[in-house]
């Protein structure tokens, strides 16, 4: 199973350079990919504009967006933005999609939060066509570059309704979970796997995880809070989440084991403090599995 990292993007404060040293030292280490969560009311880095500067620096992993909402976006621009990154990163560009549900992101966009999980259908339509080299009228011409990856990036659909999950079949690569039980991963993950049999596909959908840590000193305490603070719309339904954050290296590998058991393919480990010993402390975790 490979694991991967966030970049520190959506930690409050964290600064650019920070940011680029962090994507360089995960490029070296032993990490599958780097990644970045998408919102707009909170003090985070743009995803598409973050994984381009990585981009710039890095060679060798992937890069994530973990998850990105789509229906905040204009369906061309964000092929075109993604068709970008892919090109500029010579084939490495993974996007994980949902639809988005905080309500504040689609009045700040602003964006149209009604039907939305229509839209996102009519979205990924119209990207997969895009990606293709077609035209989407007679009157204007393919939208470029070209994606390096045929038919276009990557794409893993992330959601706990099965209407969401039942999208895999139709148009992803893979499912991403949450970072809930890995029991409920597994769940969602059997309905991604009838979507895609339902769908004529052959093999199987890729799986991937997020999942929150925090390591170190105070780790019991600033990686709760900092889930606390970014679900704090959500009021006590985010205490099960704060709780559920490994802070010890024990629990980090329990984490990891529990999903390798369920045949996950990668987890995206998300930092809670923006200070590059976190990376280093499961950087050492990685390297002794």
């Known amino acids: 199973m490979q694991i991967g990292i966030d970049l520190p993007s959506n930690i409050p404060g964290a600064k650019g350079d920070f940011i680029?040293?962090?994507?360089?030292?995960?490029d070296a280490g032993p990490f599958s990919?780097?990644?970045?969560?998408?919102?707009i009311t909170f003090d985070n880095y743009e995803p598409m504009v973050t994984l381009a500067a990585a981009a710039s620096v890095t060679k060798r992993v992937r890069l994530v967006t973990n998850i990105l909402m789509a229906p905040l976006r204009n369906a061309g621009i964000l092929a075109k933005q993604a068709a970008s990154v892919?090109?500029?990163?010579n084939g490495r560009l993974t996007l994980g999609l949902a639809v988005g549900r905080r309500a504040a992101d689609f009045k700040a966009a602003p964006a149209d939060s009604s039907h939305r999980?229509?839209?996102?259908d009519g979205q990924l339509e119209t990207m997969k066509r895009i990606w293709s080299g077609e035209s989407l009228a007679d009157d204007i011409g393919p939208i470029g570059p070209a994606p390096v990856q045929k038919g276009g990036p990557e794409i893993y659909i992330g959601g706990t309704n099965p209407a969401a999950i039942?999208?895999?079949?139709r148009w992803a690569d893979g499912y991403i979970a949450g970072s809930g039980s890995a029991e409920n991963a597994g769940g969602a993950y059997k309905l991604a796997e009838d979507s895609w049999k339902a769908?004529?596909?052959s093999g199987k959908p890729k799986f991937m995880c997020v999942f929150y840590f925090a390591l170190g000193d105070e780790a019991a305490e600033f990686g709760p809070a900092y889930v606390l603070n970014y679900y704090k719309l959500m009021g006590a339904a985010a205490e099960?989440?704060?709780k559920a954050v490994?802070?010890?290296?024990?629990?980090?590998?329990?984490?990891?084991?529990a999903r390798e058991a369920i045949g996950m393919d990668e987890i995206m480990f998300m930092p809670t403090r923006g200070t590059m010993d976190q990376m280093e402390r499961l950087a050492d975790i990685v390297g002794s599995l």
Request: aromatic share 6%.
């Open 246 to 257: 490994p802070t010890t290296v024990e629990q980090v590998k329990e984490v990891i084991k």
């Open 240 to 242: 099960p989440m704060a």
């Open 166 to 169: 039942a999208r895999v079949g």
């Open 86 to 89: 892919d090109a500029l990163s």
């Open 199 to 201: 769908n004529g596909r």
């Open 33 to 39: 990919s780097i990644g970045v969560i998408d919102r």
């Open 20 to 26: 680029l040293d962090w994507a360089r030292k995960a």
């Open 117 to 120: 999980g229509k839209f996102f």
